[in-house]
């Protein structure tokens, strides 16, 4: 079955720099992949949406990229700042019982420290 | 517009006993869904509507029902709790049910059962 992995539970870095974070999936490739933030105590939010024949998609300091051959999706925040503290969660289409389905990772918590 | 709603925000249930999370939507959206989360292991869709008038299941159905009254309200039932469903549980929308779409979420409800 298909199966997501975000890389770390958490990533800590410093104000200013670019924050990468990592979805990897197994089996089949997906048509979609989603990138969703999620604060402390409330549903996920809709960031960005990329398809597989797009390497890339940008959204003010936002950029996702999707490299089908790795099996991967790279998320890119830059000029990061405290207030993108959160966790970031992948989603993408699978196949469960002949219909379309969305799953989602269990995403990597992003501290940017002062 | 208020999105996504639900009912309770928390809510703590001895073994056994049964209860009802309410959701409600009014963007006009088709399609609703039900997931759990649990440390570590990302959204776990339970239950989802593609339409008024239908549901089926997902990933984890085990132990729950559902119930899509109308257009806008998509309701989730534990006849009998069990410690194992302590979890949080967010309600989803979307417009049509196509996995490229973006999905709405609610504010959560978290359970704690006894």
């Given at each position: 079955s298909q199966k997501i992995e975000q890389n770390s539970e958490a990533l800590n870095i410093q104000e200013g720099k670019t924050a990468t974070l990592t979805c990897n999936y197994t089996n089949y490739s997906p048509a979609y992949l989603q990138w969703y933030r999620q604060d402390p105590g409330r549903g996920p939010v809709f960031l960005l949406l990329i398809r597989e024949n797009e390497k890339e998609k940008r959204k003010e300091r936002l950029k996702v990229t999707f490299d089908t051959t790795l099996k991967q999706s790279l998320f890119h925040i830059t000029a990061s700042q405290p207030a993108d503290s959160a966790t970031y969660l992948c989603a993408l289409d699978m196949v469960v019982s002949s219909a379309s389905k969305i799953i989602f990772g269990s995403g990597t918590r992003l501290s940017i420290r002062p | 517009n208020a999105g996504v709603t639900q009912t309770p925000k928390f809510?703590?249930?001895?073994?056994g006993q049964s209860m009802t999370l309410q959701c409600a939507q009014d963007m006009n959206h088709n399609s609703m869904y039900w997931y759990r989360q649990d440390p570590g292991m990302g959204l776990r869709l339970i239950y989802y509507s593609a339409s008024e008038g239908t549901t089926d299941k997902g990933e984890v159905p085990?132990?729950?029902?559902?119930?899509?009254?109308?257009?806008?309200e998509f309701s989730l039932r534990l006849e009998s709790a069990a410690p194992s469903q302590t979890s949080v549980y967010f309600c989803a929308s979307s417009e049509l049910g196509g996995t490229q779409e973006?999905?709405?979420?609610?504010?959560?409800?978290?359970?704690?059962?006894?």
């Open positions: - | 809510q703590v249930l001895k073994t085990n132990g729950y029902n559902v119930s899509r009254l109308n257009k806008r973006t999905q709405y979420f609610g504010p959560g409800t978290r359970l704690l059962v006894l």
